[in-house]
């Protein structure tokens, strides 16, 4: 056996022992997996008022915590940022209602539509209390197709209505839930739908 | 012999790059692709060079 045969096998195994150290260190965490870039969390103001019935503006996120899953997302400047939340991902807060928005991984093995019937809503019928779809449409916005899916489900013992729109992307889908009390949906339902309409990709060309 | 230990080197060194660059990871598996994928990498380049240099060296001692 020569020297060089010697060497690549006490680098290979040196290399692997790197690799091992740097995997299972509490350092490499910070590097594998994604994490919250502050640039995220700043909004930009936009003076353009939600609707034409709404005096309400909306403040623009831009998220820029996945290469190529970069997004903006407009919500109301009066919805409250709630903190520490995953990569990727917002939950903002209002009276009586949440809206988050994620970014969801879907199989390459399946489409956005499939895996939202199949997966997706299979999922919520078993977490949600009382899961009843009410609507179900795909609509398409600026080339984006977006399936929403509107159902009613019991919170804590309230019973609440929730619209939740899979944007699909060329990476991941942009996920958007936005959720009330039953009762004052309807009076959110206008806000809900401009939080959707604005979603958009930055790096989809 | 020495062929089938080049041809499962390239094998494990194809798969790890596979997995490294072109696999759809899902979220939860992200640490564990970036171990593998890498290790399997490392192994499969190391071994593919430690056979062209083996080769090479019985070659030179044969010619010797």
Redesign the interface.
């Known amino acids: 056996m020569n020297k060089v045969v010697i060497s690549i096998f006490a680098f290979a195994l040196l290399a692997l022992g790197g690799l091992t150290a740097y995997t299972f260190s509490p350092l490499s965490k910070k590097n594998v997996v994604p994490q919250v870039n502050p640039v995220s969390l700043v909004p930009t103001e936009n003076n353009i008022p939600i609707n034409s019935t709404s005096s309400a503006v909306l403040d623009v996120y831009h998220n820029r915590d996945m290469a190529e899953n970069y997004y903006t997302v407009s919500v109301p400047k009066n919805w409250k940022l709630e903190p520490n939340k995953p990569a990727g991902s917002y939950t903002f807060l209002f009276p009586n209602g949440t809206c988050t928005a994620e970014l969801m991984d879907v199989p390459d093995n399946s489409t956005l539509e499939l895996y939202i019937l199949s997966q997706d809503e299979s999922a919520l019928k078993h977490s949600l209390s009382h899961y009843s779809r009410t609507n179900y449409q795909k609509i398409s916005i600026d080339g984006n197709e977006i399936y929403q899916l509107t159902y009613t489900s019991i919170t804590s013992r309230i019973l609440s209505k929730t619209v939740r729109a899979y944007i699909s992307g060329q990476d991941r889908a942009g996920l958007l839930t936005c959720s009330s009390a039953q009762d004052t949906f309807t009076q959110y339902s206008s806000v809900f739908d401009a939080v959707i309409k604005s979603f958009k990709w930055e790096n989809s060309k | 012999m020495r062929q089938l230990f080049l041809f499962i080197s390239l094998g494990v060194l194809c798969f790890g790059i596979y997995l490294w660059q072109f696999y ?1 990871v ?2 939860s598996q ?2 564990i692709n ?2 593998v994928s ?2 399997l990498a ?2 499969g380049a ?2 593919v ?2 056979n062209i ?2 080769s090479s ?1 019985k070659k030179r001692k044969s010619e010797e």
Do not use: A, K, Q, T
Request: proline residues 6%.
């Open positions: 759809d899902p979220d992200i640490m970036f171990y890498r290790f490392i192994s190391s071994s060079l430690m240099f083996w060296s």
